[in-house]
């Protein structure tokens, strides 16, 4: 009995015979990835797969029947049925659309399996109905074992082909593409060793070996573009997917407003710097950096205006990077960045620093106003601070807090201790969220006295606290601390209810000067909250002032303008405070009727005590009297800035000279006040206590 390879060696073409198996591997791997594709979309997409992936494998099949039967050498004249043909190539396209479609309809089981087969009988159909087309001269006989062989193995192979294409794995197209070429391989030349033919010669009867072949390569070549656009279209979708994947991947590890690494990118990164600084025995710097104002630009200007600081921060510091791999900056929360600097030399993380400095203080342009966000910047290095990530990380914001916490420095390089003073600080601020509830909070007022006859004008409330174990606690020291924890609102509120809940039980009509900041400005409703106080403490409105500093009116100065001739029109004070730092424009003077213009008492300390000083005391005073509007003088200590004052003509003053700080009932011990005999009917302190804070700050003291 022939075998099969006996077949082939004997009865075959050997190149075309290799022709026909590089055209069916080819097409098996074009239509496993095809197939691939169809599994992972859906909808129209995955039908149009569907077409291309029934075509493909259609085209595969038929070709490489139809070059492996031009290859054979029946030793008789041949010839070929057209009508048959072009059904042997239908019959292939449709049953193999119908075995994808079933098998990539997604259910589980066998139905995959059941698909493969029917592409198997589709190509044993193909087959022996392009037998059919085939014309020889001579007797056709069947070897029924190898038929049914064929038959078996066709369905088989390609049954487990599409079982293993729907099993999840990186190798499953090739595996696939593998088994489908057997199938089809197996099916054609088992079948051709089943053909017997006893030639019969019959005169003018004859083939053209030449042609034939010519026909076979003519069918290879369109095969091969039939297919070959068929990988065309996969290889564009898969372009066009690894596209949006690096897309999505951009996406996913890089900020979309700064284009700068986000956190995910950064721990990557600082996992990979890590372990190259273990691996080279290197050190490697981490930079902890937070910018300084920017609650108070998205506060006072929106955050558009903070959206524009980061998108500008964000190209700043991407054209001072370094174009080798040393530094790298993410953005890894609101307003924070990290910075990675391999350490080569310890010159190399102070010159990034100094770049980084000039990138985050350079004024930005927003509005026709300079914003200058300001940072501070936390350094730990490893191994020399920590010997871990975690640890890294904590250092580096341990030492970034320490240098937001010094007014004289920006940069801080981590130090053993940080950890014990941080968390006194945390553990303060947690005692401070409680002080309100406790009780421990409470006001002092500091007298303001008219300078030429020394008769009392009014007070300010100074707020103080008492903590339980550490005693009495300054206001430079816990009011940085509300701010920075969100406890200024509460603490404000209580303030302003309490200060005018006291004022209003006193006999003589004195003013109350209560402080204002920035942060009032985004509560929309502040002039209702006024009111509201007012009403609820009964105090009249022409005796509540409220002092803010000029840089809270620059920073807005349209919004900040309305809102305070809101509260004006109640008919509350609006004194100017700290005048002669910071801003100070002549343009605010004219453009808002101000009460009254505080002079600083930095102007009245002994250290600034010169002629240039003095100088700007004077041209303050003289401002006042051209635009009419009352001064007074902060920080009196002595007779001599006493007098000067006089001389020169300032209304009012405030300092230790003329009274320090004192609760209340020592005030009123002292006969400068007197209490109303109603005054449980204004409220106590009690009534100060805020059910619904509100954004008004507080002044520590002087």
């Not at 609101?334 to 770049?355: C, K, N, P, Q, W």
């Not at 106003?369 to 730990?380: K, L, Q, R, W, Y």
């Not at 809940?501 to 985004?522: C, H, I, R």
């Amino acid at each position: 009995m022939m075998t099969v390879i006996e077949c082939i060696a004997e009865y075959h073409n050997l190149w075309l015979v290799l022709l026909a198996a590089l055209l069916c591997v080819v097409g098996s791997w074009v239509t496993a990835r095809l197939f691939q594709r169809t599994t992972s979309t859906s909808g129209g997409q995955r039908y149009g797969w569907l077409f291309m992936t029934a075509l493909a494998a259609g085209v595969a099949i038929w070709c490489t029947h139809f070059v492996a039967m031009l290859s054979f050498d029946v030793g008789a004249p041949v010839g070929f049925d057209p009508a048959m043909t072009v059904a042997s190539l239908l019959i292939a396209v449709v049953g193999s659309t119908i075995g994808f479609v079933l098998a990539g309809s997604r259910w589980t089981g066998f139905i995959p399996a059941l698909g493969g087969a029917i592409v198997g009988l589709a190509i044993a159909a193909m087959h022996y109905t392009g037998m059919m087309a085939y014309r020889v001269q001579g007797i056709v006989s069947w070897d029924m074992p190898h038929l049914v062989a064929s038959i078996v193995l066709s369905v088989g192979l390609s049954a487990l082909a599409l079982h293993l294409a729907m099993r999840p794995g990186r190798h499953t197209p090739t595996y696939m593409a593998g088994v489908l070429a057997l199938a089809i391989v197996t099916l054609h030349f088992t079948g051709m060793t089943a053909l017997r033919v006893e030639p019969l010669m019959v005169d003018g009867s004859f083939s053209n070996p030449e042609a034939l072949q010519t026909l076979a390569i003519a069918i290879a070549a369109m095969s091969f573009v039939i297919v070959g656009t068929g990988l065309v279209s996969y290889l564009i979708d898969d372009s066009s997917q690894a596209d949006s994947m690096e897309r999505l991947r951009r996406l996913a590890l890089n900020d979309t407003l700064t284009g700068l690494p986000n956190r995910a990118n950064f721990n990557e990164r600082l996992d990979l710097e890590l372990s190259l600084a273990l691996e080279r025995r290197g050190r490697l710097a981490l930079v902890g950096i937070d910018l300084n104002r920017f609650k108070e630009i998205n506060d006072l200007r929106g955050h558009n205006a903070g959206d524009e600081v980061l998108r500008v921060l964000g190209r700043r510091i991407k054209s001072l990077l370094s174009e080798d791999e040393r530094e790298f900056v993410a953005r890894t929360g609101g307003d924070e960045f990290s910075a990675l600097y391999r350490m080569d030399d310890a010159h190399g993380i102070s010159d990034l620093l100094v770049r980084l400095g000039e990138a985050l203080f350079k004024p930005i342009l927003f509005d026709g106003a300079e914003i200058i966000p300001g940072a501070s910047f936390g350094v730990a290095v490893f191994p020399t601070d920590a010997s871990d990530k975690e640890s890294l990380i904590n250092n580096a914001d341990l030492a970034m807090y320490r240098a937001k916490a010094d007014p004289l420095r920006n940069v801080c390089f981590y130090e053993a201790g940080m950890d014990e003073k941080i968390k006194a600080r945390r553990s303060l601020a947690a005692d401070l969220r409680q002080a309100l509830t406790r009780h421990e909070l409470s006001l002092r007022y500091q007298v303001q006295t008219a300078v030429s006859t020394g008769e009392i004008r009014g007070y300010e409330a100074l707020l103080r606290w008492e903590h339980p174990q550490l005693g009495p606690i300054g206001p430079t020291e816990f009011i940085p601390l509300a701010e920075e924890n969100g406890l200024i609102l509460p603490i404000g509120e209580w303030v302003l209810r309490t200060a005018c809940a006291e004022a209003a039980t006193w006999e003589q009509p004195y003013k109350v000067a209560v402080n204002l900041s920035a942060v009032q400005f985004v509560h929309a409703d502040l002039p209702r909250i006024v009111m509201e106080v007012l009403v609820q403490t009964g105090l009249p409105p022409e005796r509540l002032e409220l002092e803010l500093t000029e840089s809270t009116i620059f920073a807005d100065r349209e919004r900040s303008l309305h809102m305070l001739r809101q509260i004006k029109g109640l008919g509350v004070s609006i004194a100017l405070d700290d005048f002669g730092t910071g801003y100070s424009s002549l343009d605010t003077l004219r453009a808002f009727p101000f009460d009254k213009i505080k002079i600083d008492r930095s102007f009245f300390s002994s250290t600034s005590a010169n002629p240039q000083t003095t100088a700007i005391i004077r041209a303050v005073l003289a401002l006042g009297k051209t635009f009419g509007i009352p001064v007074l003088a902060e920080g009196i200590e002595t007779y001599d800035q006493l007098s000067m004052l006089n001389a020169e003509g300032c209304e009012e003053a405030q300092g230790f000279l003329l009274g320090h700080p004192a609760v209340l009932s020592e005030i009123v011990g002292s006969g400068q006040i007197t209490l109303n005999a109603d005054q449980g009917r204004n409220g106590s302190r009690e009534s100060g206590t805020p059910a619904d804070p509100g954004p008004i700050a507080v002044r520590g003291g002087r």
